[in-house]
């Protein structure tokens, strides 16, 4: 994890370019409708801020976090809101978010690591709440360059939700990468829903 932090601290710039003005208002509008007006997000791994800007917005109150010390300041200038710095694994509120959004975040995480930090968000959202997360689609576990990812498709990610209580899947497709010259690649798009009884 902290490899993978460091390709962010050190790329930050370049990462942001990539992703700030991208649009994912598709994507964005899918997860808003299953939540109330101007409730509470957690954009969860919120790297250049983009989303948390559109969240906000649209007159959600968002609470933004990212590993990276560098992303952290680069989002708040992008936000006009504090984004604290914060590992995946240091998250600790009960039931305090109608949804928490981690696109593209937790991917950085090996499957053990994933089991303990999905536990924490379903602890994190409130009764009924969401959590949107989304993969690179495949099979792959390791590093590619600086960074580790772990990739599921639809029979993976699902084996793995077996394991959880408290917890169902909502959504799920496939999507193609929005940013320019990467559209062959693909994602695995995933909305669950926090039960009452968790």
Request: hydrophobic residues 35%.
């Amino acid at each position: 994890m902290y490899k993978t932090l460091d390709y962010y601290d050190n790329n930050a710039q370049k990462f942001v370019s990539g992703t700030l003005d991208v649009e994912f208002t598709e994507t964005q509008d899918k997860f808003l409708s299953y939540l109330p007006e101007s409730g509470m997000i957690l954009d969860f791994g919120c790297g250049s801020g983009r989303d948390t800007r559109y969240f906000l917005s649209n007159g959600y109150k968002v609470d933004a976090v990212d590993g990276s010390e560098t992303l952290c300041k680069i989002a708040a200038e992008n936000t006009g809101i504090k984004v604290r710095q914060m590992l995946f694994s240091q998250l600790d509120e009960r039931e305090k978010y109608d949804g928490i959004w981690a696109c593209a975040s937790v991917l950085h995480l090996t499957k053990d690591e994933l089991r303990t930090v999905l536990n924490k968000m379903i602890r994190a959202v409130k009764p009924n709440g969401y959590i949107y997360i989304s993969f690179k689609y495949g099979e792959f576990e390791g590093y590619r360059g600086e960074r580790y990812f772990t990739d599921f498709t639809e029979n993976t990610f699902n084996s793995l939700l077996t394991g959880f209580s408290g917890i169902k899947l909502i959504d799920e497709w496939i999507s193609s990468d929005v940013r320019p010259g990467r559209g062959d690649e693909k994602w695995l798009n995933i909305i669950l829903q926090k039960s009452i009884t968790f």
